[in-house]
Each structure stands twice: as structure tokens, then as C-alpha cells.
């Protein structure tokens, strides 16, 4: 009897993309509204705001990433979907039409 055959697959390119431990993009945008903030204000307070700001902005985004990397394109996937999969109460209830845009 042979033996199946396996295919072996790098870890890089199934884990998902961190920065810092938390999604990517959420810590590149709060870095650029934590700096926006820090060079608007333009004072000692504003710059300990800004910092407080990403030191919290970044724990909060890697409890999320060590929860569920990929919970931001769930939740983007869940608001898209959601006039389309509506709560129903009852199994013969009405179902919703496909949006315009979907087709």
C-alpha cells in the first residue's frame, strides 16, 4: 500500500499579518492618529496624550490579535452581510432579497 501523499505547507504563509502583535493596519492607523494628534496640539499635554493614546490604542489591538487575528475582517464581513442575513423568528419567515449592489 502506498503512502498518501503530503503536501507541506510554510507556516509564513499561513499566519496571519502582525505588527506589534495585533492587526496591522489598526496599528499603522492608530500610530498615524496618535502622531496627528501629538503635532496638532503641540504642546507637553498633547504629546503625553498622543502617547497615552498608542500605549493604549496598541494593548487594547494586541488583546484583540492574541484573541482572533482576523477579527476585523470578520466584523467588516458581519456589517457587509448583515441586511442580507437578517434575524428571522420562525423557519417558514420571509427571507430578504439579495441588495442591488450584490449582483
Known sequence: M???REIIIHQSANRPNLLLGADRELVLL???LSAALVFVI???WG??????????????LQRMGKADPMLRLVYARHV?????YGAKSFILSRSSDTPRGWR
Open 80 to 84: 457587509k452581510y448583515q441586511p442580507f
Open 30 to 32: 492608530t500610530a498615524m
Open 2 to 4: 502506498e503512502k498518501p
Open 42 to 44: 503641540a504642546t507637553w
Open 47 to 60: 504629546i503625553v496624550l498622543g502617547a497615552v493614546l498608542w500605549v493604549a490604542a496598541v494593548a487594547i
